[in-house]
């Protein structure tokens, strides 16, 4: 029975599979003597050999022109089925380092001996992302890493992203052992809201809050064939939110490598990580894959106990301050107005001693990841695939933004349908994202201090505290006491009646508070939303002359749930967003192919914001021989939609609301109006003083840069490898957040309602009056400039030489004093290291430094210091057992680095493992 699909789909895409192999011999066997079981099908077995007859294994076998392939065992040998219908079979065989060489045969043949050269250039890789088709790594437009499958094996992280940090141009932010934000050429962030990641070009961001939670809910290292990143703009080709950049996880296909893996790892900090995968072809046309990993350690713990910026009192002060990472160290200032107080104590202000983290997080501080996934593949033809597959993956971990947050089985569900050809793709896929029982530390340490000294009791520990402080400082003045020992006095005292952490009250509480959604009453986070994407490409080749063009469109949808707790949708039905666009791509090769031209550009439409034009011209030059040096330069520009939460957050905490910003914008008053009550006494018969307070904020618009590049990628001389850039960005409408008072429904506040908010310090959940935490854009533009650099000396198999720097600068010469950028970006940065292989034994070590800088961050803003890691691997292969023994360090000094202000100091992680493969 032949296989169905639609007429319209199979004109797509049923083209034959254009192979892109820059460096490609091409060898003819003798048709052999042997016969084969039927004249049209048989079996082609052989080994793939280096130059000087070392077997290779993990290289890659395909009947060119078509998804038939496969991958050499740990003896460097295949097996591969074969049709010889319509005549001689053309292998494409290729490994990374090596020249690809292409078999011809014309007829099957089970002694086939392949031997390839090391490359003369040194990459013959290919890349699928920075053009959304295949080509060669050295005539990409545009700035671009690949990691291949031994380098990921390399990585001795815990987390494969935070590994990243030895490329050049990447920064990475670890806010807690599995929770690592990934950015390139400044404005790093937590949550990368500013990078696209992918796995298989599907999205990984959780939709309710458009942010990727690292690899946490990615794929096991067993299952990556590579990494791609595209540094920069990629808005022109993959459209919202690839303002600086892309990562592109591939996943191995189950035709191709098939087998048992198996990754077992056990080390310090209890550290245990188990990883699986099996794929089989289970005929020639049917193929599945199963995935699973489980990870486990103990997690640091952030622990800094410096002042806030936005503290009134300073480190030390007896009355109290507030710490990076102490969590409900609640202040108030001591009012005249209240019958008792102290007359030196009136305007003060006073804060609690609050919990660490630690403390809060109890004996809870292990982190965990769980991942599971599986997938079918089936060959409608040779060169036309189809792909299901589903996945579920969750984790417990710590993650950064506003406050620091306990995700405690966060996860999503995914699901995948793809049509692919070598010519285009019709793709299907569905994500579904959940809280598990994650909770807010900031929300929880504030609400236990809330909370009443007994049950069914109306005095809060917030109280007892105050009157506590101040009846102590009263009796020790009368005493005669100085004020600075009658302060620490009153200190002493009144932080004794705070709620101690061994009390079976807090456990209680801790508990209550934690497991309540309710805004203001509880910590509880919770969503649960859904993010629909369609997307279909099709490429052309427009002439022999070098014309190619490559067409393709997206839809996406989001369903955004949270009950009420985190969006606007209080009446129970999801609220439905949505954008789509459209993008093309036309390329020319002239000169003897020397020169290659790329102009390419998308249309975005959006529910709530005008549609966005993204361009992107770039041109290439090759010079040499072998075209190994090859020099590039580009213009694009880009954009970030603003994310879910910016757009329908509402989040009434009691204290103020947390309110998105798509409808008319805001009208309202800056705070410092409130510090004189006179003031709005005055406005009640004469509002025109009230002007100089005004605030006002449009709606959400997207934000967006502009970007020119230059650069050069080839080999410098033999075996000397270099990647070098040079960028200058301007950036537009930055999204920022601003506290003031106004209306729900974005008026302006009536001097009436003014007077009546200040009396009950807005926190009636009942009055329209509140206040608002907005987002809004920034008018201010802002520019900066940078260089990588990346060179790597290929000396021999067993010892190769790799560096690179990162130059970030920011241009604060139009900017006015004081002006947040949040750009959080080191100026220098740089790595060195060494690999090799020698017999069955390979190894790396590399050696990060990180510039100290200043990093705004919505939790907090302050700097870190110079940093730097030393991580290291070494693995030794038995063949005959398909095992590798390993043992691996990150940060193998123990420096301690601080990557993001309030987050964990990251120390050492030593592990020993075993890998076990079976083809």
Same mark, same amino acid.
């Given at each position: 029975?032949?296989?169905?699909?639609?007429?319209?789909?199979?004109?797509?895409?049923?083209?034959?599979?254009?192979?892109?192999?820059?460096?490609?011999?091409?060898?003819?066997?003798?048709?052999?003597?042997?016969?084969?079981?039927?004249?049209a099908e048989g079996s082609l077995a052989g080994t793939v050999l280096t130059d000087t007859g070392e077997p290779l294994p993990g290289a890659t076998v395909f009947i060119k022109g078509s998804f038939i392939g496969t991958s050499t065992d740990q003896f460097g040998k295949f097996t591969l089925n074969a049709s010889f219908e319509k005549g001689p079979v053309t292998?494409?065989?290729?490994?990374?380092?090596?020249?690809?060489?292409?078999?011809?045969?014309?007829?099957?043949?089970?002694?086939?001996?392949?031997?390839?050269?090391?490359?003369?250039?040194?990459?013959?890789?290919?890349?699928?992302?920075?053009?959304?088709?295949?080509?060669?790594?050295?005539?990409?437009?545009?700035?671009?890493?690949? @990691?291949?499958?031994?380098?990921?094996?390399?990585?001795?992280?815990?987390?494969?992203?935070?590994?990243?940090?030895?490329?050049?141009?990447?920064?990475?932010?670890?806010?807690?052992?599995?929770?690592?934000?990934?950015?390139?050429?400044?404005?790093?962030?937590?949550?990368?809201?500013?990078?696209?990641?992918?796995?298989?070009?599907?999205?990984?961001?959780?939709?309710?809050?458009?942010?990727?939670?690292?690899?946490?809910?990615?794929?096991?290292?067993?299952?990556?064939?590579?990494?791609?990143?595209?540094?920069?703009?990629?808005?022109?080709?993959?459209?919202?939110?690839?303002?600086? *950049?892309?990562?592109?996880?591939?996943?191995?296909?189950?035709?191709?490598?098939?087998?048992?893996?198996?990754?077992?790892?056990?080390?310090?900090?209890?550290?245990?990580?188990?990883?699986?995968?099996?794929?089989?072809?289970?005929?020639?046309?049917?193929?599945?894959?199963?995935?699973?990993?489980?990870?486990?350690?103990?997690?640091?713990?952030? &622990?800094?106990?410096?002042?806030?910026?936005?503290?009134?009192?300073?480190?030390?002060?007896?009355?109290?301050?507030?710490?990076?990472?102490?969590?409900?160290?609640?202040?108030?200032?001591?009012?005249?107005?209240?019958?008792?107080?102290?007359?030196?104590?009136?305007?003060?202000?006073?804060?609690?001693?609050?919990?660490?983290?630690?403390?809060?997080?109890?004996?809870?501080?292990?982190?965990?990841?769980?991942?599971?996934?599986?997938?079918?593949?089936?060959?409608?033809?040779?060169?036309?695939?189809?792909?299901?597959?589903?996945?579920?993956?969750?984790?417990?971990?710590?993650?950064?933004?506003?406050?620091?947050?306990?995700?405690?089985?966060?996860?999503?569900?995914?699901?995948?349908?793809?049509?692919?050809?070598?010519?285009?793709?019709?793709?299907?896929?569905?994500?579904?994202?959940?809280?598990?029982?994650?909770?807010?530390?900031?929300?929880?340490?504030?609400? @236990?201090?809330?909370?009443?000294?007994?049950?069914?009791?109306?005095?809060?520990?917030?109280?007892?505290?105050?009157g506590v402080y101040n009846a102590a400082y009263t009796q020790a003045r009368r005493a005669g006491q100085p004020m600075d020992a009658a302060l620490a006095i009153a200190q002493k005292a009144a932080d004794a009646t705070q709620l101690q952490t061994s009390d079976p009250r807090f456990a209680l509480l801790r508990t209550t508070i934690s497991e309540d959604g309710?805004?203001?009453? *509880?910590?509880?986070?919770?969503?649960?939303?859904?993010?629909?994407?369609?997307?279909?490409?099709?490429?052309?080749?427009?002439?022999?002359?070098?014309?190619?063009?490559?067409?393709?469109?997206?839809?996406?949808?989001?369903?955004?749930?949270?009950?009420?707790?985190?969006?606007?949708?209080?009446?129970?039905?999801?609220?439905?967003?949505?954008?789509?666009?459209?993008?093309?791509?036309?390329?020319?090769?002239?000169?003897?192919?020397?020169?290659?031209?790329?102009?390419?550009?998308?249309?975005?439409?959006?529910?709530?914001?005008?549609?966005?034009?993204?361009?992107?011209?770039?041109?290439?030059?090759?010079?040499?021989?072998?075209?190994?040096?090859?020099?590039?330069?580009?213009?694009?520009?880009?954009?970030?939609?603003?994310?879910?939460?910016?757009?329908?957050?509402?989040?009434?905490?009691?204290?103020?609301?947390?309110?998105? &910003?798509?409808?008319?914008?805001?009208?309202?008053?800056?705070?410092?109006?409130?510090?004189?009550?006179?003031?709005?006494?005055?406005?009640?018969?004469?509002?025109?003083?009230?002007?100089?307070?005004?605030?006002?904020?449009?709606?959400?618009?997207?934000?967006?840069?502009?970007?020119?590049?230059?650069?050069?990628?080839?080999?410098?001389?033999?075996?000397?490898?270099?990647?070098?850039?040079?960028?200058?960005?301007?950036?537009?409408?930055?999204? *920022?957040?601003?506290?003031?008072?106004?209306?729900?429904?974005?008026?302006?506040?009536?001097?009436?309602?003014?007077?009546?908010?200040?009396?009950?310090?807005?926190?009636?959940?009942?009055?329209?009056?509140?206040?608002?935490?907005?987002?809004?854009?920034?008018?201010?533009?802002?520019?900066?400039?940078?260089?990588?650099?990346?060179?790597?000396?290929?000396?021999?198999?067993?010892?190769?030489?790799?560096?690179?720097?990162?130059?970030?600068?920011?241009?604060?010469?139009?900017?006015?004093?004081?002006?947040?950028?949040?750009?959080?970006?080191?100026?220098?940065?740089?790595?060195?290291?060494?690999?090799?292989?020698?017999?069955?034994?390979?190894?790396?070590?590399?050696?990060?430094?990180?510039?100290?800088?200043?990093?705004?961050?919505?939790?907090?803003?302050?700097? @870190? *210091?110079?940093?730097?890691?030393?991580?290291?691997?070494?693995?030794?292969?038995?063949?005959?057992?398909?095992?590798?023994?390993?043992?691996?360090?990150?940060?193998?000094?123990?420096?301690?680095?601080?990557?993001?202000?309030?987050?964990?100091?990251?120390?050492?992680?030593?592990?020993?493992?075993?890998?076990?493969?079976?083809?």
């Amino acid at each position: 029975m032949k296989p169905f699909y639609p007429p319209v789909l199979a004109a797509l895409l049923l083209p034959t599979l254009a192979t892109s192999a820059p460096f490609v011999s091409t060898i003819t066997l003798p048709t052999p003597r042997t016969t084969t079981p039927t004249p049209a099908e048989g079996s082609l077995a052989g080994t793939v050999l280096t130059d000087t007859g070392e077997p290779l294994p993990g290289a890659t076998v395909f009947i060119k022109g078509s998804f038939i392939g496969t991958s050499t065992d740990q003896f460097g040998k295949f097996t591969l089925n074969a049709s010889f219908e319509k005549g001689p079979v053309t292998l494409a065989v290729s490994y990374v380092g090596y020249d690809t060489r292409e078999v011809v045969l014309d007829a099957p043949q089970l002694t086939i001996n392949v031997a390839l050269p090391p490359s003369a250039t040194l990459l013959n890789e290919t890349v699928v992302s920075a053009s959304r088709i295949e080509e060669n790594i050295l005539r990409a437009p545009v700035t671009i890493e690949k @990691i291949s499958t031994r380098q990921i094996e390399r990585i001795t992280t815990p987390e494969v992203l935070s590994g990243l940090g030895q490329l050049k141009g990447l920064d990475v932010s670890s806010a807690s052992m599995l929770f690592t934000s990934v950015s390139t050429r400044g404005f790093n962030t937590a949550k990368s809201e500013r990078v696209v990641q992918m796995v298989d070009y599907m999205d990984t961001q959780l939709p309710s809050l458009n942010l990727s939670p690292g690899n946490l809910v990615g794929i096991p290292e067993l299952d990556m064939e590579s990494i791609e990143i595209i540094h920069g703009p990629a808005s022109a080709l993959y459209g919202s939110n690839a303002l600086s *950049g892309v990562i592109l996880f591939n996943s191995k296909d189950p035709f191709v490598y098939e087998g048992l893996s198996v990754r077992l790892r056990g080390g310090e900090r209890d550290l245990l990580d188990g990883q699986i995968r099996y794929a089989k072809k289970l005929t020639d046309k049917l193929a599945i894959k199963i995935n699973a990993s489980a990870f486990r350690a103990d997690d640091w713990v952030a &622990n800094n106990m410096d002042a806030v910026r936005t503290s009134v009192n300073p480190a030390g002060s007896p009355l109290g301050y507030s710490a990076v990472n102490r969590y409900g160290d609640y202040n108030y200032s001591f009012n005249a107005g209240i019958p008792g107080t102290h007359p030196e104590l009136a305007g003060r202000t006073a804060y609690m001693p609050g919990f660490t983290e630690k403390e809060l997080l109890v004996n809870d501080t292990n982190t965990s990841s769980y991942r599971a996934q599986g997938a079918i593949s089936y060959l409608l033809r040779d060169d036309l695939k189809l792909t299901v597959e589903a996945k579920h993956a969750e984790g417990t971990s710590t993650y950064q933004n506003v406050s620091r947050f306990r995700v405690k089985g966060l996860g999503t569900n995914q699901y995948r349908a793809e049509l692919k050809s070598g010519k285009g793709f019709l793709r299907l896929y569905s994500t579904e994202d959940f809280t598990g029982n994650s909770y807010e530390l900031n929300q929880l340490g504030n609400l @236990i201090q809330e909370s009443p000294t007994a049950e069914g009791g109306s005095l809060s520990y917030v109280q007892q505290h105050y009157g506590v402080y101040n009846a102590a400082y009263t009796q020790a003045r009368r005493a005669g006491q100085p004020m600075d020992a009658a302060l620490a006095i009153a200190q002493k005292a009144a932080d004794a009646t705070q709620l101690q952490t061994s009390d079976p009250r807090f456990a209680l509480l801790r508990t209550t508070i934690s497991e309540d959604g309710q805004p203001g009453r *509880g910590a509880k986070a919770y969503f649960n939303s859904f993010l629909n994407d369609v997307s279909g490409q099709r490429s052309f080749h427009l002439s022999d002359a070098g014309t190619d063009l490559t067409v393709g469109a997206a839809y996406r949808e989001y369903r955004l749930g949270s009950k009420g707790l985190l969006f606007a949708d209080k009446d129970g039905k999801r609220i439905r967003n949505y954008e789509y666009g459209a993008y093309s791509q036309l390329t020319q090769t002239l000169l003897d192919e020397r020169l290659k031209l790329a102009l390419a550009g998308r249309v975005d439409e959006f529910k709530n914001f005008k549609p966005a034009f993204s361009p992107r011209a770039a041109v290439v030059y090759s010079l040499g021989k072998d075209k190994q040096h090859n020099f590039r330069a580009s213009y694009g520009q880009a954009f970030r939609s603003p994310s879910q939460t910016e757009q329908y957050l509402y989040n009434d905490i009691r204290s103020g609301v947390l309110i998105g &910003n798509v409808g008319n914008g805001f009208q309202g008053y800056n705070l410092n109006l409130f510090r004189s009550p006179q003031l709005l006494a005055a406005a009640q018969t004469n509002p025109a003083v009230l002007q100089p307070y005004e605030y006002n904020i449009n709606s959400l618009n997207l934000e967006r840069v502009n970007t020119v590049e230059v650069g050069y990628k080839g080999a410098l001389i033999s075996n000397l490898y270099a990647d070098v850039s040079y960028f200058r960005s301007r950036y537009n409408d930055f999204i *920022g957040a601003q506290t003031f008072v106004g209306n729900l429904d974005g008026s302006r506040p009536t001097p009436q309602q003014l007077a009546t908010g200040y009396s009950s310090a807005y926190s009636d959940q009942s009055k329209p009056t509140r206040v608002l935490y907005a987002y809004y854009n920034n008018n201010q533009q802002v520019r900066t400039q940078g260089v990588t650099a990346g060179m790597t000396y290929y000396i021999r198999k067993a010892f190769n030489l790799t560096g690179n720097y990162s130059l970030n600068v920011l241009d604060r010469s139009n900017l006015p004093e004081g002006f947040q950028t949040f750009f959080n970006t080191p100026k220098h940065k740089y790595n060195v290291g060494a690999n090799g292989q020698i017999g069955n034994l390979s190894y790396s070590v590399n050696y990060r430094w990180v510039q100290g800088h200043l990093q705004e961050m919505p939790f907090a803003t302050g700097s @870190i *210091g110079d940093y730097k890691t030393t991580d290291a691997y070494l693995g030794y292969t038995v063949p005959k057992l398909g095992s590798t023994f390993q043992a691996g360090v990150s940060n193998a000094f123990n420096t301690n680095n601080v990557q993001l202000f309030g987050g964990p100091q990251v120390g050492r992680l030593a592990y020993l493992g075993l890998r076990f493969d079976v083809k």
